[in-house]
Antibody
């Protein structure tokens, strides 16, 4: 069964760093556009970043220069390295797979999310 | 950049009623990039409709999508208890990345 399981969320002080992981089952992350989407408490969804096959990445303006997305060589884990964290980065972070057709653009599989709280 | 606006913010309806949710884009968008997600309380979003009008696997036929250009709708006929949730529309691009609308809450 295709599954995404996030981990690594924590309470962290402003200015700190955290690395989120997303382990996948039944497919290779190297073959899909893999995304991080976040949701601040009581707010809507915000796309954060994507990666395709280790060499193509993109970031939202709100995290560019602070966050880095990557995948491991085994192609089963997606990461999000978050540096210089701010209070406004507090959110549930979801890992999501983009559907593969290159015609329809949507996220067909989502993890349950991991919670990041940035607070002193 | 495209901005998605959803209306109404909250839709208060009863079981068995019809819900019509609106998503308006700030400029004309690509229909194949327009999707709708449902998010129940405490759960991750799940895809309902992709490419404006295509139901995702396992989605009941009481859900339907329509629209083109700047105006898109999600319709839920005969609301069931599990349909009370928040619904988001989504577009991709033009700059790399996904854009979401602010959501419509369907409430009892």
């Amino acid at each position: 069964e295709v599954q995404l399981v996030e981990s690594g969320g924590d309470l962290i002080q402003p200015g700190g760093s955290l690395r989120l992981s997303c382990e996948v089952s039944d497919f290779s992350v190297g073959r899909y556009y893999m995304n991080w989407v976040r949701q601040a408490p009581g707010k809507g969804l915000e796309w954060v970043s994507f990666i395709y096959s280790t060499f193509s990445t993109a970031y939202s303006d709100s995290v560019k220069g602070r966050f880095t997305i990557s995948i491991d060589s085994s192609k089963i884990t997606l990461f999000l390295q978050m540096n210089s964290l701010r209070a406004e980065d507090t959110a549930v972070y979801y890992c999501a797979r983009r559907e593969s057709s290159n015609y329809y653009y949507y996220m067909d599989v989502w993890g349950k999310g991991t919670t990041v709280t940035v607070s002193s | 950049e495209v901005v998605l606006t959803q209306s109404p913010g909250t839709l208060s309806l009863s079981l068995g009623e019809r819900a019509t949710l609106s998503c308006r884009a700030s400029r004309s968008v690509t229909s194949s990039y327009l999707a709708w997600y449902q998010q129940r309380r405490g759960q991750a979003p799940r895809i309902l409709i992709y490419g404006t009008s295509n139901r995702a696997a396992g989605i009941p036929d009481r859900f339907s999508g329509s629209g083109s250009g700047t105006d898109f709708n999600l319709t839920v006929t005969r609301l069931e208890p599990e349909d009370f949730a928040v619904y988001y529309c989504q577009h991709y691009g033009p700059s790399p990345g996904f854009i979401f609308g602010p959501g419509t809450k369907v409430d009892i």
